[in-house]
């Protein structure tokens, strides 16, 4: 299995302009995570799906972020407008059975606005 | 949900145990206890889960008292390859039914291991 797959893996955009990130859990997962991460604020989850349906998207910090899984392998983050505070390295992750399992890391989207 | 305090940081040398403790005084009845662990440029990696006592893997060894408000990580005989960050986290183990509690990531432990 390939593991979780993200694209892009860098991305630098400006600031006001659309950002998607995209995500391809590992096959026969039910439950994908966004994770967004920075020095300051370390990781942290932004919103997790379980069978394509959002479950939690508590930490998603502001309108400006959605999330999307059309189906059991594609999961699309977008941000719109993007802002400089938005920079970090985002995560999708995967898990077979619930959040509490061992949850599978993609390599990251490191995401820089400026 | 219970909230983790472990080292910001520790130091080891190469060949030694380290041992990594982490508090959760308010962990629930449901909760589990998971270790992550973390290098540069990548995403976090499983390492270890566990409830009570000890649990023992080919990487680690994890410790949970009775009590259970705290637990301990256990690395034998490190190598210069796990100097990373490792976090403790506390949370219910959903199993496929029903919703599942957040697994919160703190800052973790920088584990800075030399020769």
């Known amino acids: 299995d390939a593991g979780v797959i993200q694209s892009p893996r860098h991305e630098v955009t400006e600031m006001g302009q659309e950002v998607t990130l995209r995500c391809k859990p590992i096959?026969?997962?039910?439950?994908l995570f966004w994770y967004r991460q920075t020095m300051m604020r370390g990781l942290e989850l932004l919103i997790y799906f379980n069978n394509n349906v959002p479950i939690d998207d508590s930490g998603m910090p502001e309108d400006r972020f959605s999330a999307k899984m059309p189906n059991a392998s594609f999961s699309t983050l977008k941000i719109q407008p993007s802002e400089p505070r938005d920079s970090a390295v985002y995560f999708c992750a995967s898990s077979l059975i619930g959040s509490g399992y061992e949850q599978y890391f993609g390599p990251g989207t490191r995401l820089t606005v400026t | 949900l219970a909230k983790t305090t472990q080292p910001i940081s520790m130091d080891s040398y190469e060949g030694q145990e380290v041992n990594i403790t982490c508090s959760h005084n308010n962990i629930a009845t449901n909760d589990y206890i998971t270790w992550y662990q973390q290098f540069p440029s990548q995403g976090p990696r499983f390492i270890i889960q566990g409830y009570k006592t000890k649990v023992t893997n080919e990487v680690a060894s994890l410790f949970i008292p009775a009590d259970r408000k705290s637990s301990t990580l256990s690395l034998p005989r490190v190598s210069l390859s796990v100097t990373a960050v490792y976090y403790c986290?506390?949370?219910?183990?959903?199993?496929?039914?029903?919703?599942?509690?957040?697994?919160?990531f703190g800052t973790g432990t920088r584990l800075q291991v030399t020769l």
């Open positions: 986290l506390v949370g219910d183990v959903e199993r496929g039914t029903g919703t599942a509690s957040k697994l919160t």
């Open positions: 096959s026969g997962h039910d439950y």
